[in-house]
């Protein structure tokens, strides 16, 4: 089994090294890429080849973890180079965007070719068509480095990627919808990345007046004993990857706008604020 990953950050490069080292061969491109990029495909076992379309062609699954801003764009460019492998974008995209991508997706195939003699004549029709979409739509619930990390899923062929299990990561399939994930996914993000503002706020002005040990003790004490570690990890992974977030509120906005028209979605509007202010 071969796995490709579009995009090499950090998630895809864990995601690797599980497979990696449970004995599946991954692949991804570097080629005009960021140094950092190039750094994280060198220390890992992936191997680096030179084009994504013989990576979509030659993948038996296809993972796409990008960026919200990028995600839709980037299977517009390929899904056309897709053989008969998967795609699963892993992206914080709305559901709308989910929708868009999987049309890209779905190809109808002729089951008998015209020219071919069959046995099975009686299904010999010129409207006979494969109807197979390639799209599963995924998010990974809670943090990538997680042993194993959660993986959620939905989509027509969603259901075979339950062999990753066997390798390493934790696969759960919601159901043969895309786009079910996605707003699952979004409902999430209005919750974590709200609070992960609000801490910041928090954090940051305790840093101002020299109590920020104070503050996770005395929060400590009603949430949690390993409150103060998830907070520090909380707040690294916002501050570094905070252009990424504000992209994902963008999306949070739209799905917001399309399902509950006419209200003011205030603390998401000023969630993606804080984000932008870094």
Do not use: C
């Amino acid at each position: 089994m071969i796995v490709g990953f579009i995009g090499f950050g950090q998630v895809s490069s864990t995601l690797s090294n599980i497979l990696s080292s449970n004995g599946i061969q991954t692949v991804t491109v570097v080629k005009d890429r960021s140094q950092k990029t190039n750094k994280l495909a060198v220390k890992s076992d992936v191997r680096i080849i030179d084009s994504y379309e013989a990576l979509l062609l030659g993948s038996d699954i296809v993972i796409s973890a990008n960026s919200p801003a990028n995600a839709l764009n980037i299977a517009d460019k390929y899904a056309d180079y897709m053989g008969d492998g998967i795609y699963v974008d892993l992206n914080n995209i709305s559901p709308n965007t989910t929708y868009y991508m999987a049309d890209l997706f779905e190809k109808p195939r002729r089951i008998v070719p015209q020219e071919e003699s069959s046995r099975l004549n009686f299904f010999k029709k010129k409207n006979d068509v494969d109807i197979r979409n390639n799209f599963v739509d995924g998010a990974i619930i809670g943090n990538v480095s997680n042993k194993p990390p959660l993986i959620i899923l939905s989509g027509v062929r969603a259901n075979e990627l339950a062999i990753l299990n066997n390798y390493g990561l934790n696969v759960k399939v919601l159901s043969k919808i895309p786009g079910d994930v996605a707003t699952l996914k979004i409902l999430r993000s209005l919750y974590t990345k709200g609070v992960s503002a609000v801490l910041m706020e928090a954090f940051e002005t305790a840093k101002e007046m020299d109590l920020e040990e104070q503050l996770f003790e005395i929060l400590s004490i009603t949430e949690g004993e390993n409150f103060e570690e998830k907070s520090k990890s909380r707040l690294k992974n916002t501050y570094a990857n905070s252009k990424r977030k504000v992209e994902e509120m963008d999306e949070a906005l739209e799905f917001l706008d399309e399902v509950s028209k006419g209200k003011k979605h205030i603390m998401t509007k000023a969630t993606k604020d804080k984000f932008d202010s870094y």
